[in-house]
């Protein structure tokens, strides 16, 4: 049985957790950081794999029975799991939250204004405008290089996403774009363009408010 604790520093998903972000984290990682060990004869990202192919497939009538067919998965960390999702789903269902300008980026961002570093992040929307995920892509000083559109757009394809937003902050509190963020959003246009989803928007974030490349007329 392998815990969290005994894997390795870069295969940690708690790790990855604090370093990027939740978002970062891909499904079973994130059930990995619940379940916080595995079980007898079955490690922790072994079970967690099974769990998240279960629901992959069963989702919407996944319950407890099901769940304890998995074999090793006890009525503690199968309950445990129900209720995280059933948590999860009664928030969503009060949110369905809709992007719709860069005032709401700015909202949804707002916490990523007062970082001391750099983070690169996206929001993916779906066709009338809501929010299915924000994303951290890259943590860092910004350049062309370091952010490539493989990294912004897999996510983005993978949610079937119709509009795109990508955002970072500037930790110096300057609104003005620079020249690696003027290239960076030209780059990833042209790529947008190509697998047809809308890049709608980039915005800078900083303290004293939000800097919109759409509003600018720069997209």
Known sequence: MTAIRNMYEGDKPREKLAAKGVQALKNEELMAVLLGSGVQGKDVRKLAREITALMEHNFESLDLKGLLEIHGLGKAKASQILA???LSRRYL???NRRI???AD???????YCNRQQEYFLSITLDGASRLLQTRTVFIGTLNRSLVHPREVFADAIADRAAGLIIAHNHPSGTLEPSSADRAITRRLKEVADLVGIELLDHVILAKGGYFSFSEQGLL
């Open 100 to 102: 719709s300008d860069a």
């Open 84 to 86: 995280a999702i059933e």
């Open 93 to 95: 269902l009060r949110s």
């Open 105 to 111: 980026v700015y909202e949804e961002l707002r916490d």
